[in-house]
């Protein structure tokens, strides 16, 4: 079943010049396939950086991430891809306990930064229009799934660590940021079919549009 509906909530510590920022977000997260079998979510929910909380608001269809915070609205080209190969997952472990399976396992570094550079290609390409480039890698990922009786999911945890930097072709100054992310998410009535609506996409601005025109 390619449905969901999940309660997402992350902690983060961002390291910047040698400081750690502590941050989280709080999401509920509703996930489906459309007619022609890819994905399609809303997503709702607040980021909370050193005390101050932002709503935010994001769904995703047709290839493109909308999001929504405090008013300011922009959608950006993102490809998601559920289905990844097997060969991503490796040391996979399964034991019991009580009518529920948990499945833990790790991710291989290789395979998950190949996705990821397919992932975030559209938005690499608007940065080096801006004349920077920008670097992404997973460092370290690995987690445990619950699986109940009926063999859908209703937990998954998940811990991340990875690196960001960004380049600038002019100076070759390079601005690094570290990542590290712990995933927790409750799946609410695992196995039934969920059902909504995609929002407007009105008023969004091409972040890529936006950022040439501003560059030019």
Same mark, same amino acid.
């Given at each position: 079943?390619?449905?969901?509906?999940?309660?997402?909530?992350?902690?983060?510590?961002?390291?910047?010049?040698?400081?750690?920022?502590?941050?989280?977000?709080?999401?509920?997260?509703?996930?489906?396939?459309?007619?022609?079998?890819?994905?399609?979510?809303?997503?709702?929910? &607040?980021?909370?950086? %050193? /005390?101050?909380?932002?709503?935010?608001?994001?769904?995703?269809?047709? #290839?493109? !991430?909308? +999001? @929504?915070?405090?008013?300011?609205?922009?959608?950006?080209?993102?490809?998601?891809?559920?289905?990844?190969?097997?060969?991503?997952?490796?040391?996979?472990?399964?034991?019991?306990?009580?009518?529920?399976?948990?499945?833990?396992?790790?991710?291989?570094?290789?395979?998950?930064?190949?996705?990821?550079?397919?992932?975030?290609?559209?938005?690499?390409? &608007?940065?080096?229009? %801006? /004349?920077?480039?920008?670097?992404?890698?997973?460092?370290?990922?690995? #987690?445990? !799934?619950? +699986? @109940?009786?009926?063999?859908?999911?209703?937990?998954?945890?998940?811990?991340?660590?990875?690196?960001?930097?960004?380049?600038?072709?002019?100076?070759?100054?390079?601005?690094?940021?570290?990542?590290?992310?712990?995933?927790?998410?409750?799946?609410?009535?695992?196995?039934?079919?969920?059902?909504?609506?995609?929002?407007?996409?009105?008023?969004?601005?091409?972040?890529?549009?936006?950022?040439?025109?501003?560059?030019?």
């Amino acid at each position: 079943l390619q449905s969901g509906n999940i309660d997402v909530d992350y902690t983060i510590t961002m390291s910047y010049l040698g400081q750690d920022i502590d941050m989280s977000m709080n999401m509920k997260l509703m996930m489906k396939e459309d007619a022609n079998g890819d994905m399609q979510f809303v997503c709702k929910g &607040t980021a909370d950086t %050193l /005390g101050t909380a932002v709503p935010i608001d994001m769904f995703y269809t047709d #290839g493109y !991430m909308y +999001v @929504n915070t405090m008013g300011i609205k922009y959608s950006q080209a993102t490809q998601i891809n559920m289905d990844l190969d097997t060969d991503v997952v490796k040391g996979l472990r399964m034991y019991t306990s009580g009518d529920t399976r948990k499945l833990a396992f790790t991710i291989d570094d290789q395979k998950i930064n190949e996705v990821l550079t397919a992932v975030t290609s559209a938005t690499a390409e &608007t940065y080096e229009e %801006l /004349g920077v480039t920008l670097d992404m890698k997973i460092n370290e990922s690995n #987690g445990e !799934m619950t +699986v @109940n009786k009926d063999g859908y999911c209703e937990a998954m945890k998940m811990f991340m660590d990875y690196g960001m930097s960004v380049t600038d072709h002019t100076t070759s100054e390079a601005d690094e940021m570290n990542y590290k992310m712990d995933i927790n998410m409750t799946y609410k009535n695992p196995g039934k079919e969920v059902y909504f609506e995609i929002p407007s996409t009105d008023g969004y601005e091409d972040i890529a549009v936006a950022y040439v025109a501003d560059a030019e």
